[in-house]
């Protein structure tokens, strides 16, 4: 499957950006699919998830009440509401797909597909 985020920018702290992953090659609708971000100096990590069905949906407990994720399998996308924006939330923003049919993994390793990513910028 091919990945293709976009939707980032720069935004002031307490704004909000709505990030969307494009899938193509493979069926969507039987993806788990995730949202990581990697700051500067930092390792990759896992922001959000949200299964094959979208009836099950995971969160970091950084983002929780301020992030949501969904998707739309006729569109074969996944999205990312981002509210409330902080500082410490500018990284660059990757969609990843696991086709494992089990609970949505947090862990990077699990994931076989990734986009190429997306810069978010929040300014304080």
């Known amino acids: 499957v091919q990945l293709q985020a976009s939707g980032g920018g720069l935004v002031q702290a307490g704004g909000s950006l709505r990030l969307s992953c494009a899938a193509s090659?493979?069926?969507?609708?039987?993806?788990?699919m995730a949202w990581f971000r990697q700051a500067p100096g930092k390792e990759r990590e896992f922001v959000s998830g949200?299964?094959?069905?979208?009836?099950?949906?995971v969160y970091a407990e950084s983002v929780k009440g301020r992030f949501t994720i969904s998707r739309d399998n006729p569109k074969n996308t996944v999205y990312l509401q981002m509210n409330s924006l902080k500082s410490e939330d500018t990284a660059v923003y990757y969609c990843?797909?696991?086709?494992?049919?089990?609970?949505?993994?947090?862990?990077?390793?699990?994931?076989?597909?990734w986009g190429q990513g997306t810069q978010v910028t929040v300014s304080s």
């Open positions: 990843a797909a696991n086709y494992d049919r089990t609970a949505v993994p947090s862990s990077l390793e699990k994931y076989p597909y």
């Open positions: 949200i299964s094959w069905s979208g009836g099950s949906t």
């Open positions: 090659g493979r069926i969507f609708s039987s993806a788990n």
